[in-house]
């Protein structure tokens, strides 16, 4: 087997154990009904900020690193993909915020804006498993997407699922 292959691979299991150890961390939260990201996205965030710092230098500092022209379509590629990353990463973490209570939720994204919702308008909830969220589906045609990332999902979802939801 080619050993990209296998480095993919690695990589792969190594990320999905990774966040079900970081989600199964954060499903409570420190302070009862506030929803936010950890520390662990904004390291991420400044992890592949640094990937992208060293990329950078590589482009600049060692002529080595480009000397086909698919060298450096790869480094522009990696410019791209990790400086797309670090700002999403960022986005989350510095502007990702909720508060919640058993009358409703109040959530802002970057993404979709502040969305203040009641319980009692919640028509259904289902668990994406690629995004590894769970989506809210509001009356009024809202949708609150919480991941499973954000400290105090599970408060939530213990509480609606007290309420009668099933997800």
């Known amino acids: 087997m080619d050993s990209s292959i296998i480095s993919g691979l690695i990589g792969g299991v190594a990320s999905v154990a990774l966040c079900t ?3 199964k961390r954060v499903r409570t939260s420190q302070s009862v009904g506030k929803l936010k990201f950890g520390s ?3 390291i991420l965030a400044w992890c592949c900020l640094a990937f992208v ?3 950078v230098w590589a482009f600049f500092n060692n002529a080595d690193a480009w000397e086909k022209p698919s060298e450096l379509y790869s480094i522009i590629g990696l410019f791209v993909g990790f400086g797309f990353a ?3 990463c960022f986005g989350e973490y510095f502007k990702v915020s909720g508060n ?3 009358n409703g939720i109040d959530f802002t994204s970057p993404w979709t804006g502040r969305k203040v919702e009641s319980w009692e308008n919640l028509e259904s909830i289902k668990f994406n498993s690629q995004a590894n969220w769970y989506v809210l589906y509001f009356k009024s045609g809202k949708k609150i997407r919480l991941s499973s990332l954000l400290s105090g999902h599970g408060e939530v979802l213990e509480m609606l699922e007290s309420k009668g939801f099933n997800f």
């Open 53 to 55: 710092g060293i990329a």
């Open 86 to 88: 670090s700002v999403y």
């Open 21 to 23: 150890y970081i989600s």
């Open 100 to 102: 919640f209570d058993t």
């Open 40 to 42: 662990f996205l904004v």
